[in-house]
């Protein structure tokens, strides 16, 4: 949904600002996914692209980058009502010998003052976890890869206000949180997991903060998108798990995600207006 400058106007209400710094390869894709999901409530989002001051993306052109997006260096003066750090393709390398670790780290602490609430998702997500918390991530034997089941561990919490008793999430992932060393990490609180792939959803109030280590915002196709590519490659990949219809490639995948991940998205929103400052310059007081 995108409401026009005139309609937008007529209420009285300011917008939230949300920010987002993307790190996925597929930049207006990834745009796509999260802004279908945070614009599907009744409030206003005005939405900010953010992406690393230095590097550069080779899978996105230079002209789409220069007039949408803003090198974190111009607006860290600036407040946000929320801040997305999308996944990254990284999963490999430590998080040290990430190019732009010393910059996401200065990222990380600046949210601390200048956002309100953060939502961290799959490598950003594991990112942050690790940043604050020390939590490191494992390499898995074999890729994550498929729609598995994940249990509600909190029903009670606001984030997950309307989510059934287990719901099915898109996982694309190497590496994985260990949820004992979750648990051992002082104010986290898992809210989604799952058997099989292990902690998803984490609580983090002290920083404000959501980690996320799977991909509710995945399109129906997105799996299909990663699988034929592998394929293409010749790279070693097994056909996602529970995604086709009786596991058959050459059949068109079914979307059993949707409606809980328009429920997360609209609930971190909901959470967001209902908590943050009208005056934007006490975020982060």
């Not at 034929?228 to 058959?248: E, K, M, Q, T």
């Not at 995948?253 to 006490?282: C, V």
Request: net charge negative.
């Amino acid at each position: 949904m995108v409401m026009d400058e005139d309609q937008a106007m007529r209420q009285d209400i300011r917008p939230l600002r949300i920010g987002m710094l993307n790190l996925m390869p597929k930049k207006i894709q990834t745009e796509n996914q999260f802004a279908r999901l945070i614009g599907a409530t009744p409030l206003q989002i005005d939405l900010s692209l953010i992406r690393m001051t230095e590097h550069r993306t080779k899978n996105t052109a230079a002209e789409h980058m220069s007039e949408f997006y803003h090198p974190f260096q111009e607006v860290k003066d600036q407040k946000f009502d929320g801040l997305i750090i999308t996944g990254a393709p990284i999963e490999h390398l430590e998080f040290g010998d990430v190019t732009y670790w010393d910059e996401i780290s200065e990222i990380f602490e600046w949210t601390q003052t200048n956002v309100h609430s953060t939502f961290g998702v799959c490598w950003g997500g594991m990112a942050m976890i690790n940043h604050f918390h020390g939590v490191r991530k494992h390499m898995l034997d074999a890729k994550a890869f498929g729609c598995f089941r994940h249990r509600n561990l909190n029903p009670a919490s606001p984030f997950l206000r309307g989510f059934s008793d287990d719901c099915v999430i898109p996982v694309s992932r190497w590496t994985e949180m260990k949820q004992n060393e979750i648990d051992g990490a002082p104010g986290l609180n898992t809210l989604l997991g799952s058997d099989d792939v292990g902690p998803c959803l984490v609580e983090d109030p002290d920083h404000r903060a959501l980690y996320i280590f799977n991909h509710f915002e995945y399109d129906s196709d997105t799996l299909k998108q990663e699988y034929d590519r592998d394929v293409a490659n010749g790279a070693p990949i097994n056909v996602p798990i529970n995604y086709y219809p009786d596991d058959d490639p050459s059949r068109t995948p079914q979307n059993r995600w949707r409606s809980h991940a328009h429920l997360l998205y609209g609930n971190w929103i909901n959470e967001i207006y209902q908590s943050t400052p009208f005056d934007m310059s006490k975020i982060g007081k």
